[in-house]
């Protein structure tokens, strides 16, 4: 038991790390960084990988911390919001993810679109509450257009990318996807 987490709080640790590193690759563009989504991607893969506990740690804390580091994205209200966003993602995917002892492609895809949704409207919720505070209204097409429409390609990636991680790591025994049907996570993705 002690050795589990201490293999999950030094995953958590890494996750941490490539979440603070991962968004420099579009940091001279930072509309395509909200568009690409790259911060997501670790606290999938630790909500996942680690369980709920890590995810939710590790999805709170990123934002502020790479905040407070780098100043990107800006504290008020984006970190904020991200904070409560990205706190979701670890969360529910990794609660519905540990949920199932199958753990299929299936059931992977199924706890990370749920994620997304549940994470898109804490976020939405988070924005109308920090921008209520500072006298700005949220619009329902701001909601829209920020949580749906503009994140599209991060969303792209993430279901493509976070599976394929998945499978490889799956391979190096390191999660558990389900023994008797690997090759339904490969054959969703197209590999």
Not at 10 to 15: D, H
Not at 46 to 51: A, D, E, K, T
Not at 77 to 95: H, N, Q, R, V
Request: proline share 5%.
């Amino acid at each position: 038991m002690k050795r589990i987490a201490t293999k999950n709080l030094t995953l958590t640790a890494m996750f941490v790390a490539i979440g603070l590193v991962l968004p420099f690759l579009t940091w001279q563009i930072p509309q395509i960084g909200r568009m690409l989504l790259l911060m997501h991607i670790p606290v999938f893969l630790c909500g996942l990988i680690c369980g709920w506990k890590y995810g939710l740690t590790v999805g709170f804390i990123l934002p502020l911390l790479r905040s407070a580091m780098f100043g990107m994205p800006v504290m008020f209200p984006i970190a904020i919001a991200m904070a409560f966003e990205l706190a979701t993602y670890g969360l529910i995917a990794g609660i519905l993810y540990g949920r199932f002892r199958g753990q299929c492609g299936i059931v992977l895809y199924r706890s990370m679109i749920a994620a997304m949704l549940a994470g898109r409207i804490v976020w939405g919720v988070a924005q109308v509450l920090l921008l209520g505070i500072g006298g700005s209204p949220f619009t329902w097409q701001m909601f829209i257009t920020g949580a749906f429409l503009s994140a599209i390609p991060g969303i792209v990636i993430q279901l493509t990318l976070i599976p394929a991680i998945m499978i490889a790591l799956n391979r190096t025994d390191l999660v558990g996807l389900s023994r008797e049907h690997p090759e339904e996570v490969g054959a969703a993705i197209g590999s």
